[in-house]
């Protein structure tokens, strides 16, 4: 088989590895994009429900870092900066695509995903992009200032290559360590990978009393951490049989730490220790009842419980057991055992650790013509179209270096 040439092969044909590829391509350079899966960004078909969450008009563009985890969080802040929401909005208003805002500045489309996927495809087109699908990459070599990339198509030459292969999230549909590999093969350092925006589970006996609230949602104050540590989110949690999720407890798990307790308020912005005392100076119902005008009626029965203290009219409670009860819904202490892993979190935190890689460009400080872009990078950001823009803006900031 002849050895091919292009300008630039990028690996990963994701969001951001479309998006690179078509913008290279736009750009005048001779791209090939290659990817192993059947089907065609699997991850944006599937996002925000079907309808693409693909990016966030809260990002705030005098500090976009402050939606993002990383070891060195101001990395992201030369991309983000250098093209915003607001110039993916605009892309997306040129090929016609209606969308609308949600919660939190959460654009999506008004159809399905699909749409923004032919966009990414027509973009490539319109740059000439050679798109090789399903393809597998073998091995990558350099030489003599070249990149030989093995496919089962045959090997290709070029003097740039982007790895666009994303994390380990959702092993089935394609995501691979295919990334992680190649900084390791070329010495680059990492950030141990670890699943984030995924649900928490308590293993145990200790979670039987709850796990009988499985379906319950209600808005929460969630919190970790302590002092300059301390991240808190207000938004929905949902109990589940295993433990808890919902927006809440995504956003919250991508700063909690193995062994750390999560405290979660019940009722946010209710001062539930003077409305329980105030309802003993006034009423003779049962406490769950009174509860019940606080949170939901299920969760007021389960946080009563069997506890004899709790079992009466409240005007007849001793004023211990009101405020005990008060600071359980309000800061509830609970440790999770663990999170439902790769299987069922949206990113993956960690990977190719940005202090080896030019915040302007994304390509590594020790191999030239090697970049890195997407979540295949240690810049993870938080649960409302955050990540998508990451990807958007990192495959911008290299596109425009290559
Ligand atoms: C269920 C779900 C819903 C989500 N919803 C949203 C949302 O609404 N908004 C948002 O901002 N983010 C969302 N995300 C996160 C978002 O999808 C990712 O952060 C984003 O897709 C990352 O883009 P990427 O291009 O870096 O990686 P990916 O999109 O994962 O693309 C990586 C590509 O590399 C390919 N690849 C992997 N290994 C190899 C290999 N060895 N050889 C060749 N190709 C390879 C894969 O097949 C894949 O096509 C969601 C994620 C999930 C799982």
Redesign the pocket.
């Known amino acids: 088989m002849s050895t091919a040439a292009f300008d630039v092969v990028v690996?990963?044909?994701?969001?951001?590895?479309l998006f690179c590829a078509g913008q290279a391509g736009r750009r005048g350079l001779k791209v090939l994009l290659?990817?192993?899966?059947e089907r065609i960004?699997e991850?944006?078909r599937?996002?925000?429900g079907g309808r693409?969450?693909f990016t966030n008009r809260d990002l705030d563009p005098r500090a976009p870092q402050k939606h993002f985890v990383s070891e060195n969080p101001n990395f992201c802040r030369s991309a983000l900066s250098r093209y915003t929401s607001q110039q993916f909005i605009d892309l997306v208003d040129r090929h016609g695509i209606a969308h609308h805002e949600k919660h939190k500045g959460q654009l999506f489309c008004d159809g399905p995903s699909q749409q923004i996927i032919d966009m990414l495809l027509a973009e490539c087109a319109a740059g000439g992009v050679a798109h090789w699908q399903p393809c597998?990459?073998s091995s990558l070599s350099f030489d003599a200032g070249r990149y030989q990339v093995a496919t089962d198509r045959g090997t290709v030459e070029a003097p740039r290559v982007v790895i666009?292969?994303?994390g380990l999230?959702?092993p089935q549909l394609?995501?691979?360590d295919?990334g992680y590999r190649i900084a390791r093969q070329f010495g680059l350092g990492m950030v141990a990978p670890r699943p984030a925006l995924v649900p928490l589970v308590f293993a145990g006996e200790g979670w039987a009393p709850y796990a009988e609230l499985a379906g319950l949602a209600l808005p929460v104050q969630i919190e970790t951490g302590a002092k300059k540590q301390r991240m808190a989110f207000l938004e929905d949690l949902l109990f589940t049989h295993r433990g808890l999720s919902g927006p809440a407890v995504l956003q919250i798990s991508s700063y909690w730490q193995e062994g750390t307790p999560l405290a979660i308020d019940f009722a946010p912005g209710t001062d539930v220790a003077k409305a329980l005392g105030d309802a003993k100076s006034r009423s003779r119902k049962r406490i769950a009842n009174e509860l019940a005008g606080l949170v939901p009626s299920r969760l007021a029965d389960a946080w009563v419980g069997t506890d004899a203290a709790l079992q009466r009219p409240i005007n007849e409670a001793a004023d211990r057991a009101l405020s005990a009860l008060a600071d359980r819904i309000a800061r509830w202490q609970i440790t999770p055992t663990g999170t439902e892993g790769y299987k069922k979190a949206?990113?993956t935190a960690g990977g190719v650790d940005t202090r080896e890689l030019s915040s302007q460009t994304m390509e590594s400080k020790r191999q030239p013509g090697l970049f890195f872009i997407?979540?295949?990078v240690d810049v993870t950001?938080w649960l409302g179209?955050?990540?998508?823009q990451w990807?958007w803006a990192s495959a911008h900031a290299c596109a425009t270096a290559l």
């Open positions: 690996i990963g044909a994701g969001a951001a590895g290659v990817d192993h899966s960004a991850k944006i599937i996002s925000g693409c969450n597998r990459v666009a292969t994303g999230s959702i394609g995501a691979s295919f949206e990113v997407g979540e295949v950001g179209g955050y990540n998508f990807a």
